[in-house]
């Protein structure tokens, strides 16, 4: 971008409902209940129950409406289409971190911020992939904000989880693989191989698969596992969130093999503690040298980091000559030293 | 070195035991003696010794990756490793090593010793430059020397013995002592029949479990017992064969050096005798505190002085090996006498004594000298089943200790530091405070254990929030959470701020219903302080 004069203007600013910008009198992904709020994605840490309006991706609109209930006034809006909210031009661009998944562009008087709320580089078959949008100020997010995490290609990891499901079925075994229930479900269902045998789900997971499947993403057939009465779950594989696991539910499924899915998975110590099997290492956010490199190519003068290692990824920017600042977030289980697991739920 | 990190992937990834032992004797059967002398040597945490400063490995690994120190310690922060940090951070180069583990340890890793710095950093990012991640994580590994992978000595000799259909007490005993990981050896391991020629060799000490519930009501009529006091010393093990002396401590240290005066005494027992006892520090026919004992462990140089603050002597509890002959087998009963008589050769002063028996004819007149276990400076009583054996290992059933009840303190958590091994990335180490007369936190004891995973989760979020300063490894914190800590022993001790050393704190419980105020006084815990001491 070119360089402006004004580089002091604050079109965005930290209240303690979240990131508000005055002039457009809206919010970016608040904390709080406000009258009007812009969110990037349907997460519960950036998607708030109880605000009077709300504007979203119009591919995000049924995972948002099965987050906020029917009544809330939901205004979606096609990525890359311009509102203007008080003269203040507002534009959602993929991010490619879930279905539905923006970056929020602020454009007012020449000046454009775009705040990337959660983001991953890699393609993903379940939603729209990243693109960089340039802009004066760049709000990052830094979950994976230090250089131990580095992704493989998401290919590979499907081919580790496929090998892995065989493996179990040909021990007569069932599967289950623990993943967020939001994003990162639907991601390994799309990226698995369905033919090595059934594949069943969580509540959780299948309403948001009808979400994303109402949304026109094509899944695997899943089959809810309580609709169903006794079944021989031997080589079958079961996608469920963390939190289902060490509780009785799981003692349906008999002898089985336990995986989680999570970029938190990069590090022994996370996986052990965790208590599973297996670890794979699959994320929905940027790795190190995606931040870094997103933060570059947006051509940003200045960077807000937010959400993560904050202060770790905005001293590093600082070494490599940009000028970057963290941002408190409002959580304090989602601050950069929070151990590993607090932040495994990775929202 | 393939097959090896395929081993360790394995054992790492799985929480089960009979998943390791398939996959441990899965990796024996296959692999080359070579190979697996090695593998067996650092599974059962032996090493050599370092070449390099970890210090310098982090160094020169945040060069090659090309980030500062700073970030290096951030992300060493995260995973609590640093074996595995380097693994991390080092870019990919898509290299994977076809070199065999043997040849990585003998020629790559033994050769670092004693060059100049320079050099070895040239060799140490050549070869991680040839390693896939998972092998450098475990060249890491071998470097450093930390191997923690879940795996116990035992569990490695039982996939052994499946693999050699020996018994587990055999191999066992074979790998006892010193030994070189060479495929001779490593062949003579597994050979059903082999000359011991080892005169060094210890056997494998039998440990007891603490009783559960009232022995009385457990384990029968008393006269089937032999029961003894349960020492606070350092259990080893005195050999004397083809006229030489070891003393191994149960550490599997070699520590005939150290003891010099019950080395002088063993020197006049009788050719192929090997006795099971415990080291103590002992005057005027009194046992010393633990604390005395510290003072000689490890102290390699030993003046006259310390040799007449503090003797130490050998109080024999058990007979193994007796004519050059194994009497494990023998019942105790047999042993004891045998023993017994053996030890009435020397002198009543020492410093080999016979571990005096607790004559009783009840239960209740145990019960009754146990409580006088304090006074006597032991931590309670040992029971041995009469015709019990000499077996390996902590096995139920035969022996039994019989602890008197703990000591327990209210204290405050004032500082942490990392675990280690799955605990690497959560701060579970923690150091404990009570009031001084002044109002001020005192460091009293350090704990490791006794939270549920739930709970250490908790704590180390709020040590995370809560750090008021880092000092290396070492954070500050907050004083607000209150434990329940139990302690066995307490002795006065100059070297602890607080004046005390206490003898195997752990947490009981985290008192969330006690406020900061009402941990405990230093005032309370002196008055623990034995009267004598
Ligand atoms: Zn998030
Ligand atoms: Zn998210």
Request: hydrophobic letters at 40%; one cysteine or more; a negative charge.
């Given at each position: 971008?070119?360089?402006?004069?004004?580089?002091?203007?604050?079109?965005?600013?930290?209240?303690?409902?979240?990131?508000?910008?005055?002039?457009?009198?809206?919010?970016?992904?608040?904390?709080?209940?406000?009258?009007?709020?812009?969110?990037?994605?349907?997460?519960?840490?950036?998607?708030?129950?109880?605000?009077?309006?709300?504007?979203?991706?119009?591919?995000?609109?049924?995972?948002?409406?099965?987050?906020?209930?029917?009544?809330?006034?939901?205004?979606?809006?096609?990525?890359?289409?311009?509102?203007?909210?008080?003269?203040?031009?507002?534009?959602?661009?993929?991010?490619?971190?879930?279905?539905?998944?923006?970056?929020?562009?602020?454009?007012?008087?020449?000046?454009?911020?775009?705040?990337?709320?959660?983001?991953?580089?890699?393609?993903?078959?379940?939603?729209?992939?990243?693109?960089?949008?340039?802009?004066?100020?760049?709000?990052?997010?830094?979950?994976?904000?230090?250089?131990?995490?580095?992704?493989?290609?998401?290919?590979?990891?499907?081919?580790?989880?496929?090998?892995?499901?065989?493996?179990?079925?040909?021990?007569?075994?069932?599967?289950?693989?623990?993943?967020?229930?939001?994003?990162?479900?639907?991601?390994?269902?799309?990226?698995?191989?369905?033919?090595?045998?059934?594949?069943?789900?969580?509540?959780?997971?299948?309403?948001?698969?009808?979400?994303?499947?109402?949304?026109?993403?094509?899944?695997?057939?899943?089959?809810?596992?309580?609709?169903?009465?006794?079944?021989?779950?031997?080589?079958?594989?079961?996608?469920?969130?963390?939190?289902?696991?060490?509780?009785?539910?799981?003692?349906?499924?008999?002898?089985?093999?336990?995986?989680?899915?999570?970029?938190?998975?990069?590090?022994?110590?996370?996986?052990?503690?965790?208590?599973?099997?297996?670890?794979?290492?699959?994320?929905?956010?940027?790795?190190?040298?995606?931040?870094?490199?997103?933060?570059?190519?947006?051509?940003?003068?200045?960077?807000?980091?937010?959400?993560?290692?904050?202060?770790?990824?905005?001293?590093?920017?600082?070494?490599?000559?940009?000028?970057?600042?963290?941002?408190?977030?409002?959580?304090?289980?989602?601050?950069?030293?929070?151990?590993?697991?607090?932040?495994?739920?990775?929202? | 070195?393939?097959?090896?990190?395929?081993?360790?992937?394995?054992?790492?990834?799985?929480?089960?035991?009979?998943?390791?032992?398939?996959?441990?004797?899965?990796?024996?059967?296959?692999?080359?003696?070579?190979?697996?002398?090695?593998?067996?040597?650092?599974?059962?945490?032996?090493?050599?010794?370092?070449?390099?400063?970890?210090?310098?490995?982090?160094?020169?690994?945040?060069?090659?990756?090309?980030?500062?120190?700073?970030?290096?310690?951030?992300?060493?922060?995260?995973?609590?490793?640093?074996?595995?940090?380097?693994?991390?951070?080092?870019?990919?180069?898509?290299?994977?090593?076809?070199?065999?583990?043997?040849?990585?340890?003998?020629?790559?890793?033994?050769?670092?010793?004693?060059?100049?710095?320079?050099?070895?950093?040239?060799?140490?990012?050549?070869?991680?430059?040839?390693?896939?991640?998972?092998?450098?994580?475990?060249?890491?590994?071998?470097?450093?020397?930390?191997?923690?992978?879940?795996?116990?000595?035992?569990?490695?000799?039982?996939?052994?013995?499946?693999?050699?259909?020996?018994?587990?007490?055999?191999?066992?005993?074979?790998?006892?002592?010193?030994?070189?990981?060479?495929?001779?050896?490593?062949?003579?391991?597994?050979?059903?029949?082999?000359?011991?020629?080892?005169?060094?060799?210890?056997?494998?000490?039998?440990?007891?479990?603490?009783?559960?519930?009232?022995?009385?009501?457990?384990?029968?009529?008393?006269?089937?017992?032999?029961?003894?006091?349960?020492?606070?010393?350092?259990?080893?093990?005195?050999?004397?064969?083809?006229?030489?002396?070891?003393?191994?401590?149960?550490?599997?240290?070699?520590?005939?050096?150290?003891?010099?005066?019950?080395?002088?005494?063993?020197?006049?027992?009788?050719?192929?005798?090997?006795?099971?006892?415990?080291?103590?520090?002992?005057?005027?026919?009194?046992?010393?505190?633990?604390?005395?004992?510290?003072?000689?462990?490890?102290?390699?140089?030993?003046?006259?002085?310390?040799?007449?603050?503090?003797?130490?002597?050998?109080?024999?509890?058990?007979?193994?090996?007796?004519?050059?002959?194994?009497?494990?087998?023998?019942?105790?009963?047999?042993?004891?006498?045998?023993?017994?008589?053996?030890?009435?050769?020397?002198?009543?002063?020492?410093?080999l004594l016979l571990s005096p028996l607790v004559q009783v004819d009840s239960w209740a007149a145990l019960a009754e000298q146990r409580e006088e276990s304090r006074g006597r400076m032991v931590e309670g009583l040992m029971l041995k089943r009469i015709d019990s054996p000499y077996r390996v290992g902590r096995q139920r059933g035969d022996w039994w200790k019989w602890k008197i009840e703990p000591y327990t303190v209210d204290a405050v958590l004032i500082n942490a530091q990392r675990g280690s091994g799955k605990r690497a990335s959560l701060y579970t180490d923690y150091t404990f405070g009570v009031w001084d007369d002044a109002g001020n936190l005192i460091p009293f004891a350090k704990a490791y254990s006794g939270l549920t995973d739930a709970e250490i989760r908790q704590v180390d979020a709020f040590i995370r929030r809560n750090t008021l300063e880092k000092f290396g490894p070492v954070r500050t914190v907050k004083p607000e959470l209150v434990f329940e800590l139990a302690f066995e022993g307490i002795q006065q001790s100059s070297r602890h701020k607080s004046g005390i050393a206490v003898r195997f704190p752990r947490i009981l419980r985290w008192r969330q219903d006690k406020p900061l105020a009402e941990a405990d006084t230093l005032a309370t815990i002196r008055a623990m302080l034995p009267t004598e001491a």
């Open positions: 971008m070119t360089t402006r004069n004004n580089r002091t203007s604050l079109l965005l600013t930290l209240t303690e409902y979240g990131l508000y910008c005055a002039v457009g009198d809206f919010y970016i992904d608040p904390w709080q209940p406000v009258p009007r709020a812009v969110v990037t994605h349907a997460h519960s840490d950036h998607c708030v129950y109880g605000c009077q309006t709300y504007l979203v991706a119009q591919a995000g609109e049924h995972v948002c409406r099965m987050r906020l209930g029917e009544t809330a006034l939901l205004q979606t809006v096609a990525y890359g289409e311009a509102t203007y909210l008080n003269g203040v031009r507002v534009s959602l661009h993929p991010a490619g971190h879930i279905l539905g998944s923006a970056q929020i562009r602020v454009e007012y008087q020449g000046e454009v911020w775009v705040v990337s709320g959660d983001y991953k580089r890699e393609a993903d078959a379940t939603c729209a992939s990243f693109e960089v949008i340039p802009c004066h100020h760049f709000i990052s997010e830094a979950t994976f904000g230090l250089p131990i995490y580095h992704w493989q290609p998401s290919q590979a990891i499907f081919a580790q989880i496929n090998q892995w499901w065989r493996n179990n079925a040909e021990h007569g075994k069932a599967t289950i693989l623990y993943c967020y229930a939001l994003g990162k479900a639907q991601r390994v269902l799309a990226g698995i191989d369905a033919s090595i045998g059934r594949v069943f789900t969580h509540g959780a997971v299948e309403r948001l698969n009808q979400a994303y499947r109402a949304s026109g993403v094509a899944l695997p057939e899943t089959v809810y596992a309580m609709s169903v009465g006794k079944v021989d779950y031997r080589g079958a594989l079961i996608i469920a969130p963390v939190s289902a696991r060490a509780t009785s539910w799981v003692n349906r499924f008999g002898d089985h093999a336990s995986g989680f899915a999570s970029g938190w998975m990069r590090i022994r110590g996370a996986r052990r503690q965790r208590a599973v099997d297996r670890g794979f290492v699959l994320s929905d956010h940027a790795d190190w040298d995606g931040l870094l490199a997103t933060i570059k190519a947006t051509g940003a003068e200045r960077v807000g980091v937010t959400h993560g290692y904050t202060a770790v990824l905005a001293r590093r920017l600082l070494e490599l000559g940009i000028d970057a600042y963290a941002i408190e977030t409002r959580y304090r289980g989602e601050t950069n030293d929070a151990s590993e697991a607090e932040l495994a739920s990775e929202t | 070195m393939k097959a090896f990190a395929d081993l360790y992937t394995t054992l790492d990834e799985t929480n089960k035991t009979n998943a390791k032992i398939e996959a441990l004797r899965a990796y024996f059967q296959g692999a080359p003696p070579a190979d697996a002398a090695w593998v067996l040597y650092f599974l059962i945490g032996r090493r050599p010794r370092r070449a390099i400063a970890v210090r310098k490995l982090a160094e020169w690994a945040a060069q090659e990756a090309d980030i500062p120190d700073w970030l290096f310690s951030e992300s060493y922060d995260a995973v609590g490793d640093i074996a595995e940090t380097i693994a991390l951070i080092l870019p990919e180069t898509g290299a994977v090593s076809e070199l065999s583990l043997h040849d990585w340890v003998e020629a790559r890793l033994l050769g670092l010793q004693g060059l100049p710095e320079p050099e070895q950093r040239t060799l140490i990012l050549q070869a991680w430059r040839e390693q896939s991640r998972q092998q450098r994580f475990i060249w890491n590994k071998l470097i450093t020397g930390e191997f923690r992978v879940g795996v116990s000595q035992k569990l490695v000799t039982r996939a052994l013995a499946e693999v050699s259909g020996l018994d587990e007490a055999t191999l066992a005993h074979r790998l006892m002592g010193q030994w070189e990981p060479t495929p001779a050896f490593y062949q003579a391991l597994l050979a059903s029949e082999v000359q011991d020629a080892q005169i060094s060799r210890p056997y494998p000490f039998f440990l007891a479990y603490p009783i559960e519930g009232d022995p009385a009501a457990t384990l029968g009529e008393i006269h089937e017992w032999q029961t003894e006091w349960k020492w606070d010393g350092i259990r080893a093990q005195l050999i004397r064969r083809a006229g030489e002396t070891f003393l191994w401590s149960r550490g599997e240290e070699l520590v005939t050096d150290r003891y010099p005066e019950v080395v002088a005494a063993a020197d006049q027992l009788p050719d192929g005798v090997v006795l099971d006892g415990e080291l103590l520090p002992w005057k005027a026919g009194l046992v010393l505190p633990f604390a005395k004992l510290q003072q000689r462990i490890g102290r390699k140089s030993l003046s006259r002085k310390l040799l007449g603050d503090v003797p130490v002597i050998f109080l024999a509890y058990d007979l193994l090996e007796y004519n050059g002959v194994d009497w494990r087998a023998q019942p105790l009963h047999q042993r004891r006498a045998q023993l017994t008589e053996i030890i009435q050769a020397f002198s009543q002063e020492g410093p």
